[in-house]
């Protein structure tokens, strides 16, 4: 974990990076500040479709709008704060169009643990480890959200390939990931944030997300901003999977029933 000096620094020069390109100007003039922690990893990935789950104020949205004007975009941010900004950010963006609600293996209704940073709220309920780990993540409230199937929502033509499935759900990671049912198929590339301790309770492990997406084709080629505790534990990473070519893929209902049956 950086110190307050260190993480003051980086915030300085991130702004500095964010301030030298027109679209990250734009976002910092609607109070949201590009994901640029992602470029590096992502300048190699192919994408003419970006489906950003979990895309909160369209931090990462905003990274790949700016440096892809042509890709298509399809995000999902359930909580109504966050996506209000979204939709003020992309509100001039024909390209770019927000479902707001959460994603998941079936289609609901159900409460959402709310976060006092909202990038840290999920269907999971916040554990202590998570509030010592980040300070200010604890519980505030709760907001009634609609969860539904990638499949549901989207038809196969709306995923121009290749198309990149960005995933930042707080521990909804595999649920997330069953939700999209046959669509998964369409996807090219899997980005996704994974925990190696268990912050939200229920939450599936790097291990369990590493073996679901193994079985459905796709392989672990990057491993990006690894986060620590004090202790050097790492408690979570940012994994870059690509699909593997000629390669036979399980059904995801199939696995799902051995991963969470």
Request: glycine fraction near 8%.
């Amino acid at each position: 974990m950086l110190t307050a000096l260190e993480n003051r620094m980086r915030q300085g020069r991130k702004l500095l990076k964010l301030l030298s390109t027109g679209g990250f100007r734009r976002g910092l003039r609607h109070g949201v500040a590009a994901a640029i922690e992602h470029r590096a990893v992502l300048k190699g990935v192919p994408m003419a479709t970006l489906i950003d789950v979990g895309a909160n104020v369209g931090q990462f949205s905003l990274l790949c709008r700016t440096d892809r004007p042509d890709l298509r975009i399809h995000a999902f941010e359930p909580l109504t704060r966050p996506a209000n900004k979204y939709l003020e950010l992309f509100k001039d963006d024909s390209q770019t169009v927000l479902h707001r609600c959460a994603l998941g293996p079936e289609s609901t209704a159900t409460s959402m643990y709310v976060s006092g940073r909202d990038d840290s709220s999920s269907l999971l309920l916040i554990t202590e480890e998570q509030t010592s780990f980040a300070a200010g993540t604890a519980t505030v409230g709760t907001e009634l959200v609609v969860v539904s199937r990638l499949d549901e929502i989207l038809a196969e033509n709306d995923i121009v390939r290749p198309a990149l499935l960005k995933l930042d759900v707080q521990g909804y990671e595999l649920q997330a990931l069953l939700g999209c049912g046959r669509l998964l198929d369409r996807i090219d590339s899997v980005y996704v944030e994974v925990s190696f301790v268990t912050l939200y309770l229920g939450q599936a492990l790097a291990d369990e997300i590493v073996q679901f997406l193994f079985a459905n084709g796709f392989s672990l080629t990057a491993v990006n901003n690894p986060v620590f505790d004090p202790g050097g534990r790492c408690m979570q990473a940012d994994f870059l999977f690509r699909r593997r070519p000629s390669t036979e893929v399980n059904a995801p209902s199939q696995v799902r029933e051995t991963q969470i049956a």
